[in-house]
C-alpha cells in the first residue's frame, strides 16, 4: 500500500519543514488538496503555495482538485509537474476532454468520485485513466470520520479494472487510519491518503509506515 499524508493536516506556518518531513519520513506521495470555497465550502492553497511544497518535497506530488473550473486550475497547476492531478467528475462536464489534456501536459490524469457517486460512472473511461480516487468522506475538511461504504465500492472497481485496465490505481482519501486499512487493502485499494492520521500521530514515520501494509 503507498501512502500519500495530506498537507491539509500540515502546521501551515511551518509548511516546508513538515512537507520535508513527511518525504524524509518514507511517505510515497504529498497530497495536495486545492479547494474553491466554491465546490467545496472551503478555500485553500493555489500555486504559489504549492510551487513552495513543490520545492520542499523530495517524493512526487498528487493534486485533488476540489473546483468548479477544473480546466482553469489544470493549466495553472501543470507548471509544477505534480505525478497526479485527481478532479472530481461531479463537477466536469468533458472528462475525456479533460484527462487528455492533463496527460498532453505528461501528468497521470485521474477521477474523483464523491462518496455517492456509483463506479460504473466510469465504465467508459477507465481505460484512459491511471489512478480512480474515491472518497471515504464528503470533501471540504480533514479530520472527518470514515465512510465505510468506500469499501464494496473498491471492491466493485477492482473488479472493473481488472476487465477494463488493470493498470490503474485505486486511491482512497478521508477518515484513513490503522483502524482500516487492513480492509483497504483487502478490498483492492493500491494508494490511501491520510491527513490527521499522519500529521496528529506522534510519531509521523511510525504512523505512515503503518499503513504501508
Ligand atoms: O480531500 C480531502 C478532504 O476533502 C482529504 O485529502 C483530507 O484532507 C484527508 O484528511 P483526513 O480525513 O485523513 O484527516
Ligand atoms: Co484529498
Given at each position: 500500500?503507498?501512502?500519500?499524508?495530506?498537507?491539509?493536516?500540515?502546521?501551515?506556518?511551518?509548511?516546508?519543514?513538515?512537507?520535508?518531513?513527511?518525504?524524509?519520513?518514507?511517505?510515497?506521495?504529498?497530497?495536495?488538496?486545492?479547494?474553491?470555497?466554491?465546490?467545496?465550502?472551503?478555500?485553500?492553497?493555489?500555486?504559489?503555495?504549492?510551487?513552495?511544497?513543490?520545492?520542499?518535497?523530495?517524493?512526487?506530488?498528487?493534486?485533488?482538485?476540489?473546483?468548479?473550473?477544473?480546466?482553469?486550475?489544470?493549466?495553472?497547476?501543470?507548471?509544477?509537474?505534480?505525478?497526479?492531478?485527481?478532479?472530481?467528475?461531479?463537477?466536469?462536464?468533458?472528462?475525456?476532454?479533460?484527462?487528455?489534456?492533463?496527460?498532453?501536459?505528461?501528468?497521470?490524469?485521474?477521477?474523483?468520485?464523491?462518496?455517492?457517486?456509483?463506479?460504473?460512472?466510469?465504465?467508459?473511461?477507465?481505460?484512459?485513466?491511471d489512478?480512480?480516487?474515491?472518497?471515504?468522506?464528503?470533501?471540504?475538511?480533514?479530520?472527518?470520520?470514515?465512510?465505510?461504504?468506500?469499501?464494496?465500492?473498491?471492491?466493485?472497481?477492482?473488479?472493473?479494472?481488472?476487465?477494463?485496465n488493470p493498470k490503474c490505481l485505486?486511491?482512497?482519501?478521508?477518515?484513513?487510519?490503522?483502524?482500516?486499512?487492513?480492509?483497504?487493502?483487502?478490498?483492492?485499494?493500491?494508494?490511501?491518503?491520510?491527513?490527521?492520521?499522519?500529521?496528529?500521530?506522534?510519531?509521523?514515520?511510525?504512523?505512515?509506515?503503518?499503513?504501508?501494509?
Amino acid at each position: 500500500m503507498k501512502v500519500a499524508p495530506s498537507i491539509l493536516s500540515a502546521d501551515f506556518g511551518n509548511l516546508a519543514r513538515d512537507v520535508a518531513e513527511i518525504c524524509e519520513s518514507g511517505c510515497d506521495l504529498v497530497h495536495v488538496d486545492v479547494m474553491d470555497g466554491h465546490f467545496v465550502p472551503n478555500l485553500t492553497i493555489g500555486p504559489v503555495v504549492v510551487s513552495a511544497v513543490a520545492k520542499a518535497a523530495t517524493k512526487p506530488l498528487d493534486i485533488h482538485l476540489m473546483v468548479e473550473n477544473n480546466t482553469f486550475f489544470v493549466d495553472l497547476f501543470a507548471p509544477l509537474k505534480p505525478e497526479y492531478i485527481s478532479f472530481h467528475i461531479e463537477e466536469e462536464k468533458h472528462p475525456h476532454r479533460l484527462i487528455q489534456k492533463i496527460r498532453s501536459y505528461g501528468i497521470k490524469p485521474s477521477i474523483v468520485l464523491n462518496p455517492n457517486t456509483i463506479p460504473e460512472e466510469l465504465e467508459y473511461i477507465l481505460g484512459d485513466l491511471d489512478m480512480v480516487l474515491l472518497m471515504s468522506v464528503n470533501p471540504g475538511f480533514g479530520g472527518q470520520s470514515f465512510i465505510d461504504t468506500v469499501i464494496p465500492k473498491a471492491m466493485k472497481l477492482d473488479e472493473m479494472r481488472k476487465r477494463l485496465n488493470p493498470k490503474c490505481l485505486i486511491e482512497v482519501d478521508g477518515g484513513v487510519s490503522d483502524q482500516n486499512i487492513k480492509a483497504l487493502k483487502d478490498a483492492g485499494v493500491d494508494v490511501v491518503v491520510a491527513g490527521s492520521y499522519v500529521f496528529k500521530h506522534k510519531d509521523r514515520a511510525q504512523a505512515i509506515k503503518s499503513l504501508q501494509i
